[in-house]
Structure formats: C-alpha cells, structure tokens
C-alpha cells in the first residue's frame, strides 16, 4: 500500500490551490459586462445602474462594471450569452427568478438554471395590483365586477416575465379572469400601456409601482404583502389569500457556470459591499426597495427553494 505523508498532501493541496490565487490576485484584470436580459428604464436596469458603480468601487483593482441590455427574446438571448460566456469573471449578469424557470421549463432556453455560477442577490420586491389614476376601477371590489362581465386585460412582457407568472397564480388565488396583452420588452413598457388604456389593470412590483403612483400616474389597488406599505391598499391578509405573499421577484447575479471559486468570493463580497453602500441605501430606502444581501450558497437555496414554489403551479402557468 502506497503511503502518502501529510506534508505531501498540504503540498499537494497548495499547488492545487495555487492557479486559484492567481486568479483571485489578478482579478479583475479588464471591465466587468453585466448583461441585463430586458429593456432600458424597467426594474432590472434600473437595480444594475444604482448598483453597479458602487459594486466597481468595492473591487481589489480599479475597472468599471459596465451594464448592457440584450433585450431581444424576452430573456432567452441574454440569459443564454451569460451561460456561454468564459468563465472568468469578466461577464455577469442579473436573472429574474421566477422568470427564468419558465423560460427554461419552455424547452427553447439554451441555460441550465442548476449550472450558473450565483454571486448573490440584489433584492426582493413583492407585487401588486395597480390601475391608471383616471381609471373608473377605483377597488378590488371594482376589478372583480369588471371580472364578471368580462376577463380583465393585462399588458406585460410574456411568458417568459416574472409579472405573468405573478398575474396567473394572483388571478387563480383571487378568482379573477384575465386575458394579456403581450410583446412589451420591459416593465416599464407594460407599465406605461396600462397607464395610457392599453389594458385594465396591471401586476407588477411596488417600487415601480410607487413611483407611478407619486407621479399622479397610478393607483394602487392592492399590495401582495402580509400588510400592506401603502395607505388605503389592500393586502394578502385582507383579500383572504395569504399565499399571495409567497409572489416575489428576486433578482439574482450570476456567472457562467465553473467559474473560479475565488472569483465568485470577490464578487459576491464586492455586491455584498455595495448593497451596503450609503448611497444605495439612500436610493433602495426612497423608492421603497428591499435589498438582501446574500452569499453565493444562500442564492443557490433560494433557487431551489423558488423552484419548488412555482413546480406546484407548474400546471397552471403552462395552461395560461
């Protein structure tokens, strides 16, 4: 039997680890891609844009983080540039969770969701129901008559839009009947066409939803929280649908899949520091925004978590 000293194996453990120092030593060597799979002016675009110059400052070498949004395929082409990617730090990219199971349960998406390199969080926002200030739909009460005579149209991106899988499981656990109104390349897109009489009622996230509404623009019906943050607005607890608040949109970063561990660590600490950053604390506490700091562990649970959650409306979502 061969024998092996520990001081051969601390040796060998050293030399094995030596390639992932150097990596983590010299990284980042160039500017940072983050790709963001949706149009300028929506929730994503605007997260990355707050978030990413503070994130840049909180790197070991001086390089801008540079956003880029790929808003073609609902998703699928941005997503899918990010998978095929080199592994070396020098692309990231914010996935919308739920989104991106959709996406990927469709069969068109070139990504394993299991097999992306996660960094962490940016945030989570919880949903709500919003109409145009001019709107005649002045309550829930109002949306469910209108319910009745007819299905209530939505505007939003698609299938692949977290929004749609929010408004099929909010119209099932609500009773309403909805029809959409689809194509639109972001959030704020869809927002927009609600609020000019495109469709009745929108399902989106409160912090754009607040903003319309401080605007004089929006009105907002109800919120899917436990107990709602906005005066004279329902919530799951008053609706009687608890579940409602299980309706989140988390915005995970990512890296190709394999990338070194000591990257991922820079990174994630590196968002983790900006997430802390005054200024975007200041930001996040003005419009309303939940930031969650995760680590790259944590983010890989919380996939698998929201998974889990969604395969039960696995149905439901494919049917619509």
């Known amino acids: 039997m061969m024998r092996i000293e520990r001081r051969s194996l601390l040796g060998a453990a050293a030399a094995s680890l030596a390639p992932l120092r150097g990596h983590a030593a010299d990284f980042p060597g160039q500017d940072i891609k983050f790709i963001i799979p ?13 978030i990413a110059p503070a994130m840049a400052a909180a790197l070991p070498n001086k390089v801008q983080i540079l956003p880029e949004n790929i808003d073609v395929g609902g998703g699928v082409k941005g997503i899918s540039q990010l998978y095929k990617s080199k592994s070396d730090g020098a692309t990231i990219g914010v996935l919308n969770i739920p989104g991106m199971f959709v996406l990927q349960r ?57 929004a749609f899988s929010a408004t099929v499981i909010a119209m099932k656990l609500l009773g309403l009947r909805g029809s959409f109104i ?28 607040r903003q319309m509404r401080d605007g004089g623009l929006m009105r907002i019906l109800a919120t899917f929280e436990d107990k709602s943050s906005v005066p004279g607005a329902e919530d799951s607890t008053s609706l009687g649908q608890p579940g409602l608040s ?67 409306w696995k149905i439901q979502l494919d049917a619509a």
Not at 107 to 126: H, N, P, T, V, W
Not at 184 to 207: C, F, M, Q
Not at 298 to 307: E, R, V, Y
């Open 38 to 50: 949706y149009g300028a002016g929506g929730g994503f675009d605007l997260y990355v844009r707050q």
């Open 106 to 162: 469709g069969g068109g998406a070139l990504f394993d969701l299991a097999k992306f390199s996660y960094i962490g969080s940016m945030g989570r926002d919880y949903y709500g129901i919003g109409v145009a200030q001019n709107s005649p739909i002045k309550s829930m009460a109002d949306l469910r008559t209108l319910s009745e005579q007819r299905p209530i149209k939505f505007p939003t991106t698609g299938r692949e839009g977290t």
């Open 182 to 209: 689809t194509g639109y390349k972001g959030s704020n897109d869809y927002i927009v066409a609600a609020i000019r009489g495109d469709g009745d009622a929108v399902i989106t996230t409160l912090p754009l939803m």
């Open 246 to 312: 299980e309706i989140i949109l988390e915005r995970v970063v990512a890296a190709p899949p394999k990338l070194p561990a000591p990257i991922q660590a820079t990174l994630s600490r590196a968002l983790g520091e900006a997430i802390a950053d005054p200024a975007v604390k200041a930001w996040a506490d003005k419009t309303g925004t939940l930031l969650v700091a995760r680590s790259p562990d944590d983010t890989a649970k919380l996939i698998a978590d929201q998974a889990k959650f969604y395969e039960t």
